[in-house]
């Protein structure tokens, strides 16, 4: 029973239907045409080639306004498309450029030094707290993670027995530049540029 339910639902039983209906479709059109004439026009049906060239051409005619409706979607749709597809790129991208690298300590600080020239406090804020990150690492005080964020970095600080102000200092501010749409300022930079010089120094001090 089930076999027999398959078979009559398949896909070869639908297209064996469907070219039946239209043959009793044609044969029913010819016999309306031919209806007005009487006797008159001879008994005949059409030829199963004849039927199975027009069953053909219905197929190709149903085919050609299925690629141009599915055509007419793409061109409407494939905006849409792309720009999903570029954000998500885009985030794939920036989720990568956020990923720690093996930059020095002297790099960030270049770097620090070279945004600060330009104006740009809010990197040269944000290369500072990198290159803090990065000497914690260094020293073997915290190692660095990517997944790591700056509250468990404070937490971490705390237990560590290390001044936490300057480091709230430049985690504040970064939290700052992530978070919220304040400008960062010169002052701003000045004061990350103290703290990280006190953390520098109170490690030398602990060393000595």
């Given at each position: 029973m089930a076999a027999e339910s398959f078979a009559k639902t398949s896909w070869g039983w639908q297209l064996s239907q469907l070219q039946r209906?239209?043959?009793e479709w044609l044969e029913y059109q010819i016999s309306r045409w031919r209806s007005p004439f009487g006797g008159n026009l001879p008994n005949w049906s059409i030829l199963?080639?004849?039927e199975n060239l027009l069953i053909f051409m219905f197929w190709i005619l149903l085919l050609l306004f299925s690629v141009w409706v599915v055509g007419k979607l793409w061109q409407e749709f494939s905006p849409y498309i792309y720009s999903q597809f570029t954000k998500v790129n885009n985030k794939n991208n920036?989720?990568?450029d956020t990923q720690p690298k093996n930059v020095?300590?002297?790099e960030w600080l270049e770097r620090s030094q070279q945004f600060y020239r330009q104006g740009n406090y809010g990197d040269a804020c944000r290369c500072l707290y990198?290159?803090?990150l990065q000497y914690l690492h260094d020293t073997k005080v915290i190692p660095k993670k990517?997944?790591?964020t700056d509250g468990e970095y404070l937490q971490l600080l705390q237990l560590s027995a290390t001044p936490i102000q300057p480091y709230e200092t430049l985690i504040?501010?970064?939290e700052q530049l992530c978070f919220s749409d304040r400008t960062i300022s010169s002052d701003n930079y000045q004061q990350c540029q103290q703290a990280y010089g006190e953390i520098?120094?109170?490690e030398l001090r602990v060393k000595s």
């Open positions: 209906q239209l043959g199963p080639w004849v920036n989720t990568t020095s300590v002297a990198l290159a803090t990517a997944s790591r504040t501010t970064h520098t120094s109170n």
